[in-house]
């Protein structure tokens, strides 16, 4: 499923130019993207830590999941960006082997909303009849907020969540149509290092685990 929907995404994205008079190139300093694509997130080891009892630790064991945002962009010069990401990414939980957790929770899933800084280096690429495509790379700081998962203890579903600080590196191709239009195809890795997620309802107690992984995407944007 996640494969047929970046597929028909990709090719949206490059019937834009027979959709759109060819109006040129912006050279605007401005721009703006909305993307979607396919999130990878590694099993996270957790520690689970009741408020009455000793702690446990294990896995959760995650699926596969999509994610999808917007940003807002800017040039500094031609071949550097910088640019202001929000990014929410959900992956679902298969299954929990940490004692004291059930250990299938049904409907359960491991879920972010990150909001970085990025800066892009951009690089000369090749040209067609229909567009200019340039390789990036790029590195972002920011916060991955509300990271949250829902289990079940008990037989009863229980949500933990936190924030923490995080950075990401990414890498990837942008065509520019022959008007303001572009598009792209990326990866990138986000790393939130160990989140502290705390109970809701509280005083049941928290959970320490790991946030990190990949991200496919595809994005269609505007240059103003």
Request: glycine residues 18%; negative net charge; hydrophobic residues 40%.
């Given at each position: 499923m996640i494969r047929s929907a970046i597929a028909s995404a990709v090719l949206f994205a490059a019937s834009v130019p027979l959709c759109i008079a060819e109006t040129g190139t912006s050279t605007s300093r401005w721009y703006v993207t909305v993307s979607s694509g396919a999130s990878f997130i590694s099993d996270p080891d957790a520690t689970f830590s009741p408020t009455a009892g000793p702690s446990t630790s294990g896995k959760l064991e995650l699926g596969g999941g999509f994610m999808a945002g917007g940003t807002v962009g800017w040039y500094l010069r031609e071949d550097v960006r910088l640019e202001l990401d929000y990014n929410y990414r959900n992956n679902d939980l298969s299954s929990a082997s940490v004692p004291g957790l059930d250990p299938d929770p049904s409907d359960a899933d491991y879920a972010s909303v990150l909001i970085m800084a990025n800066v892009f280096k951009d690089f000369a690429g090749w040209s067609t009849g229909w567009a200019e495509f340039r390789p990036y790379v790029g590195v972002g700081l920011g916060i991955a907020q509300e990271v949250d998962?829902?289990?079940?203890?008990?037989?009863v579903a229980r949500e933990f969540s936190g924030d923490r600080?995080?950075?990401q590196l990414l890498a990837g191709v942008n065509w520019q149509y022959r008007s303001p239009w572009f598009a792209g195809v990326g990866?990138?890795?986000?790393?939130?290092?160990t989140v502290g997620l705390e109970s809701s309802p509280s005083g049941i107690g928290e959970i320490e685990a790991d946030y990190e992984g990949l991200a496919l995407d595809i994005r269609l944007g505007y240059r103003f």
């Open positions: 998962t829902d289990l079940e203890i008990g037989g600080r995080a950075w990866i990138r890795y986000i790393d939130a290092g």
